[in-house]
């Protein structure tokens, strides 16, 4: 199997390894979460979802890592099918796969920002401020098409200012919108990986999705032909698999990590989950792309 992102180049294999071993970790990220649902309890979460009941701050969690995994199980089902036949080959634009890389990292992102801290008021504080945030783009949305609900989403929005009573101040809910640059610079180092250049990462993938014309500074090298006109220049992109390769691995890496930290604070032990599931992995997957890692 090839996989030729532009130009009719094909990707060199060593790097379409590593797109394989980005899919099958969003895979087995997915199969672990999948035995997981409500926190055992007297866990972690147990308590946080008691400290707000009205909003369970695991559904909350458990919904961004779903939406992480559906990002990136596209992009598993794109450069790593599970069933393949002879002479298969993928023909796609890289700018997509950075999309996908962008949407995976900050899905997953949201709720790495909350798992990760050890103090449960802090999560819950978090949990609040990405909830009211959440609630206010979908009040807003139903505002502009006249939709009957938009009322029922203030009132929940509005119900936080008397359930919260003196736990936090209701400004830093109202004022503390979350920006997704912040939570992946403060993420990084769940996954290893330096707050600079995991934002950089990001700002690329970001670029890809928003459609910038500096994306092409990122993802491609550029061949300078004739000049066509007093300083314009005809030009070839080539695309830079390795680029691919760094942002989808993070967002792969960041579901991981996030699924693993939900698991934890949900009261279970990933080890024999994460074995179920890598099982599950190979059962379904040609055994020669898949990594144990």
């Known amino acids: 199997m090839s996989d030729v992102p532009d130009e ?48 369970k701050c695991s559904a909350w969690m458990r919904s961004s890592l779903v939406a992480a995994l559906d990002h990136l199980t596209l992009w598993a089902n794109i450069v790593a099918p599970q069933k393949i036949f002879e002479g298969m080959i993928v023909r796609n634009p890289p700018r997509p796969y950075f999309t996908l890389a962008r949407a995976g990292l900050e899905s997953a992102a949201q ?32 505002e502009k098409q006249g939709d009957d609900r938009a009322p029922s989403v203030r009132d929940r929005m509005n119900a936080l200012w008397t359930r919260v009573g003196d736990m936090y101040p209701f400004e830093s809910i109202v004022k503390g919108e979350p920006k997704y640059s912040s939570m992946v610079h403060e993420c990084a180092a769940v996954i290893d990986m330096q707050p600079n250049a995991l934002e950089v990462l990001w700002r690329g993938a970001s670029a890809a999705a928003h459609g910038k014309n500096w994306f092409q500074y990122v993802a491609y090298s550029t061949e300078v032909g004739s000049e066509y006109e007093p300083g314009y220049f005809r030009t070839t992109l080539r695309a830079d698999p390795k680029t691919i ?49």
């Not at 449960?120 to 978090?126: G, I, K, L, N």
């Not at 942002?247 to 990933?270: D, Q």
């Open 8 to 55: 009719g180049e094909r990707v060199p294999d060593e790097e379409t390894a590593n797109w394989a071993a980005a899919a099958h970790t969003a895979r087995l990220a997915g199969y672990v979460l999948d035995q997981v649902v409500d926190p055992v309890p007297g866990s972690m979460l147990a308590a946080d979802d008691a400290a707000y009941r009205w909003e």
């Open 111 to 142: 709720a790495v920002w909350v798992l990760k801290e050890d103090d449960s008021t802090e999560r819950v504080h978090r949990h609040l401020r990405l909830l009211y945030h959440d609630l206010r783009q979908m009040a807003l949305a139903f």
């Open 245 to 293: 390769t760094e942002s989808i691995t993070a967002a792969a890496n960041m579901v991981l990590r996030g699924v693993l930290l939900f698991v934890a604070r949900s009261g279970r032990h990933p080890q024999p989950l994460y074995a179920a599931a890598f099982a599950k992995l190979v059962s379904e997957t040609p055994l020669k792309d898949v990594r144990n890692e």
